[in-house]
């Protein structure tokens, strides 16, 4: 008991440091001082007549949100004598595969700059940042000469990368058992097995309403569309952060989506929000990244091409573009296991610059909010919450290692045969799931799927969603899996996932399926 | 059959008749509904004619503007009502107008005035002396510019939505729920300076297919499912919804409006292309019926479309796939509408309306309300609205 609470009064101890910091903050202390002029407080009871007139005004509501939000992002304090490090990734070879990975994609970098003799950074000139601010809307129109880029890696690469993962530490012994992991990935991390997840996923469950599944049209609204709409309305009047987060996990109504997902991510619109992002936009123009040009080259290569989300092509620069000169981004480090390399602005002040992160998936977020600033945080937010896992080489469950582990493990004790004949003609499961999970199936689901996948991640507070979708769209094309007899014949079968339902086949694979 | 050989068919010349199990395609006299002159006329005419009943339809704000039927932007005939014309631009002078050949289409011969030197300037350069001796054939139609549309990602769109008419007395039509929006290339700017880019302005896919951004992979189109996505996330659900049903009333209106004079042959169906294009306030217009709407397709997405639309109007239009008998009661089974939903049905409509009051979402008739609210008072017509 002793140690739970320290371990709680160390807990608070923290948060209350990371507040102390924030706007937050100064908030409530202006506002505790205003409220002095308000009749009902009196000198005597000054401590309880404030916190009741906190309480009253919804402030106490907004520090609940921040500290829940606290919780939810931030790792559990550990032993205190462990080096920072260690709070980053606990294991050591993960932090070792994870450096040299960086190193890798910095060498790629840097000679390609010597190789096309263009600056990794440089300050525009003064005509150019005119031009750029005026074309600053239209970014998409502009085609300048991109032929000679590359793309710094693929995710092959990166899959490559993971398979040769191993735990030094770990022997598997010579004889070959049932037991035996027969996937690509070899690290030895704990995943959650069918009965675990259905203890986790519990709210998706089959006597249970879902968004996705019971607002069909065969289903009367009545049953249970009103009803959770009603809620979320509720929910969002209360502003209550907590509440958001457990129920979105039955999906959010498309009207309620933008503002549930900014309570839970707990965002809202300051001032000095928009500011911040008036200043990124500023260094944007002035400042000229050699990642700005990868950035995009990919943008047009996936969103320009993609039928939902070219309409939003401009929002993606600016947003992307603005996203790779955001510093603050730099305190999700601490608990991630990738370490941001450095780079200077000729002569200037060092302006931290980020390894090459494989683009993320911001288009879906244009479906949902169309003013730049805020789109810009909410997608930020997300990124610095869930969506770096998939970038980056660590132990997290909700790391890419672990979610192709669960994948697999899925696969393997779930669906044997298949995965036993898919190897057998060369298909690796996983090569062929892995570009869906690293890029949260964005680009591969119909949009008002994705986002209700997106719903659950959030509700869930974790990615490990994703591997399980994986499994289940196998598992739904099994029969046509099982006929075919190479790896193309196998991507041909997986090609098109933008007819399939997400939350029927989650329900059926996690709770319908014989084991 | 394309539009030239049904003039054949059915004019009085040739005797031609159609034999009872021959279908075809069009309308005798489609043009009363597409030719965008007589589309308006009818439309005006349909309205007068509701305000003399005293409709409540018909009911006007206190600008003088129609409450329920103002969906058509202020349009003139030229040379016809040139004078008309001149004073209503006199009332604005800052408005942009927008000037349409009655019987071309893809967007030939479209471009856009802001001064009234311009038209003058025009009437000169095609070679005609007066505006008197115009042959019908080069004739104008011009209408205030909607200047404000909606933009989603900074583009103007608009919605091409296709109605299948498969008798007009008693009117019963069908609305494809594929329909998709078709977005322009360029950043839509309502600056003076590029009343001339057409690429800006008019949506048609045969002109921005020369735009150098034009994309062959979606070219440049959206399903209407998917706008109505984004409708909901951004804008709530209610004002989405909303926007729909004023659409749907639109085509059955203007159906309605032309049912009196068309030619209701019993071998005829039509499929129309429906365009319309939604301002910044939410509010529909219906821009213009097409009767050949492009069966061609840009991209792979749309060859899908296009096959499925056909596919489903034959089924509707012909059904059991047995040779027609044109006597039949047009009435076809719910299963095979494929994609098409019924959008009016008026012998639904005058039957038991008063059971129709559940929203059935299986795509039953929007009708059936439309229908009641034709003759019950204003508080039905609000809630249809």
Same mark, same amino acid.
């Given at each position: 008991m002793l140690q739970e609470e320290s371990d709680l009064s160390l807990i608070i101890a923290q948060i209350v440091q990371k507040l102390k910091g924030s706007n937050l903050y100064s908030q409530l202390e202006r506002q505790a001082w205003a409220s002095l002029q308000r009749p009902e407080i009196k000198l005597e009871s000054l401590k309880e007549d404030i916190k009741e007139f906190f309480k009253i005004s919804g402030w106490e509501k907004k520090l609940q949100n921040a500290v829940y939000s606290e919780l939810s992002v931030f790792p559990l304090p550990s032993h205190p004598a462990a080096p920072p490090e260690h709070l980053k990734e606990p294991l050591v070879y993960m932090r070792k595969a994870q450096g040299s990975w960086e190193k890798r994609i910095l060498k790629s970098l840097n000679s390609m700059c010597t190789e096309l003799s263009i600056p990794l950074a440089r300050k525009r000139p003064v005509g150019e940042q005119k031009e750029l601010l005026n074309k600053w809307n239209e970014m998409g129109t502009d085609e300048p000469d991109l032929s000679l880029f590359r793309p710094v890696y693929a995710p092959k690469d990166f899959l490559e990368v993971l398979i040769n993962l191993? !735990?030094? !530490?770990?022997e598997n012994g010579d004889s070959l058992s049932f037991r035996t992991h027969l996937g690509l990935i070899q690290v030895p991390l704990k995943v959650k097995d069918i009965p675990e997840l259905k203890e986790c996923f519990v709210e998706l469950g089959l006597n249970i309403g879902q968004l996705g599944i019971d607002d069909s049209t065969q289903v009367p609204p009545e049953l249970f569309e009103n009803e959770h709409v009603r809620i979320g309305q509720k929910v969002l009047a209360e502003q209550d952060s907590a509440a958001a987060q457990q129920y979105i996990r039955q999906g959010s109504p498309t009207a309620l989506r933008a503002e549930l997902w900014a309570l839970i991510l707990n965002i809202s619109s300051q001032p000095e929000d928009v500011l911040y992002y008036e200043q990124l936009k500023t260094n944007v123009i002035q400042h000229d990244l050699l990642v700005d040009s990868l950035i995009y080259k990919d943008v047009k290569l996936t969103a320009s091409n993609d039928d939902y989300y070219f309409v939003f092509e401009d929002y993606l620069y600016q947003v992307l573009l603005c996203f790779s000169r955001d510093t603050s981004v730099l305190s999700h480090f601490a608990y991630n296991s990738a370490s941001p390399p450095k780079s200077y602005i000729r002569g200037k002040l060092g302006l931290e610059e980020y390894a090459v992160f494989y683009p993320p998936n911001v288009a879906p977020l244009c479906f949902l909010y169309h003013e730049p600033s805020k789109l810009y945080q909410i997608f930020r937010e997300m990124y610095v919450r869930f969506f770096f896992r998939l970038h980056s080489i660590s132990s997290h469950p909700s790391g890419i290692v672990s979610l192709c582990l669960l994948f697999e493990t899925l696969l393997q004790t779930y669906l044997p045969q298949l995965f036993y004949h898919l190897r057998e003609i060369g298909a690796q499961p996983l090569r062929i799931s892995f570009k869906w999970m690293v890029r949260a199936f964005s680009g591969y689901l119909a949009t008002d799927q994705l986002l209700l996948l997106w719903d659950r991640i959030l509700g869930y507070n974790s990615l490990e969603i994703l591997a399980v979708l994986a499994a289940a769209v196998f598992a739904f094309r099994a029969v046509n899996l099982m006929e075919v007899t190479s790896l193309a014949a196998a991507e041909a079968v997986l090609a098109d996932l933008s007819t399939l339902k997400v939350m029927p086949l989650l329900q059926i694979f996690l709770f319908a399926t014989v084991t | 059959m394309s539009v030239q050989t049904i003039r054949n068919v059915f004019?009085?010349?040739?005797?031609y008749r159609l034999s009872d199990d021959q279908i075809v395609n069009h309308f005798p006299n489609h043009y009363e509904l597409t030719r965008k002159d007589l589309m308006v006329k009818n439309i005006k005419r349909y309205r007068k004619e509701l305000e003399k009943e005293g409709s409540p339809l018909a009911e006007k704000d206190e600008n003088g503007k129609y409450l329920y039927l103002d969906f058509v932007p202020v349009t003139y005939m030229l040379p016809a009502d040139y004078n008309l014309f001149v004073e209503e631009f006199r009332k604005s002078p800052s408005s942009t107008w927008i000037m349409k050949p009655c019987g071309k289409a893809q967007g030939k011969g479209i471009f856009l005035i802001n001064k009234l030197s311009q038209i003058k300037k025009w009437s000169r350069d095609s070679k005609t002396s007066s505006f008197v001796s115009q042959s019908n054939k080069e004739a104008y139609v011009i209408s205030l510019y909607i200047n404000n549309p909606l933009l989603i990602g900074g583009r103007k769109f608009d919605l091409r939505l296709y109605v299948l008419v498969s008798t007009y007395r008693p009117l019963r039509c069908y609305m494809y729920k594929l329909g998709f929006c078709r977005f322009c290339t360029v950043k839509y700017t309502p600056s003076t300076s590029e009343l001339d880019n057409m690429f800006v302005h008019l949506t048609n896919v045969a002109i921005q297919k020369h735009g150098e951004d034009y994309n062959h992979i979606h070219g440049g189109k959206w399903t209407v499912s998917n706008l109505r996505l984004y409708l909901e996330s951004t804008r709530g659900k209610e004002v989405t919804s909303k926007l729909f049903d004023e659409i749907h009333w639109i085509i059955v209106q203007s159906l309605k409006a032309v049912a009196p004079v068309m030619n209701n042959d019993k071998h005829c169906f039509e499929c129309y292309g429906y365009d319309i294009i939604i301002d910044d306030k939410l509010k529909p217009w219906l821009i213009e019926v097409n009767a050949s709407p492009s069966l061609t397709s840009s991209t792979a997405n749309d060859r899908i479309l296009k096959y499925n639309l056909i596919n489903d109007t034959l089924n509707i239009a012909v059904p059991n796939g047995e040779i027609p008998d044109c006597k039949w009661n047009k009435s076809p089974p719910k299963e095979v509408l494929g994609n098409y939903e019924i959008l009016f049905d008026e012998e639904l409509a005058q039957g038991d309306g008063a059971d129709r009051e559940l929203r059935s979402r299986q795509g039953q008739s929007l009708g059936p309300r439309a229908g009641r609210s034709r003759d019950s008072g204003r508080a039905v017509l609000t809630t249809w609205k």
């Open positions: 191993r !735990n030094p !530490n770990y | 004019s009085v010349e040739t005797g």
